[in-house]
């Protein structure tokens, strides 16, 4: 089992920043990659960034150059550094960790609330 806690959700006015964290614990074994979705309103939940074990990143078309995301192995948790924050960047963010051994499980954080609004 492995839970995620998530931290760095809020308010904030376009064009500012938030940081996300997301720490993972548990049995992680196999851990391939953390990283972060997104879900707005009547939207499908998307893949924001990820990072892999190896340091390998990915980013969103949409955020490439605004967002950064980082690794701290030593505590398994995973940061999302969001600069130049839009209205379409409103959305419920959900934390996501791969484990994969023998098949793929993922997991996710509960989810935290950016809004982006003046």
């Known amino acids: 089992q492995v839970e995620l806690a998530e931290s760095g959700g809020g308010l904030v006015q376009p064009g500012g920043s938030l940081r996300l964290s997301c720490a993972a614990s548990?049995?992680?074994?196999?851990?391939?990659?953390m990283g972060w979705y997104r879900e707005a309103p009547g939207k499908r939940r998307e893949l924001v960034a990820h990072i892999t074990t190896g340091n390998s990143k990915n980013y969103l078309d949409e955020v490439k150059g605004r967002f950064t995301i980082s690794r701290d192995s030593a505590t398994n948790t995973v940061y999302l550094q969001m600069d130049d924050l839009k209205p379409e960047d409103t959305a419920v963010y959900y934390c996501n960790a791969v484990i994969i051994t023998n098949h793929r499980t993922d997991y996710w954080g509960k989810g935290t609330q950016i809004t982006v609004s003046t």
């Open positions: 548990g049995n992680l074994l196999g851990l391939y990659y």
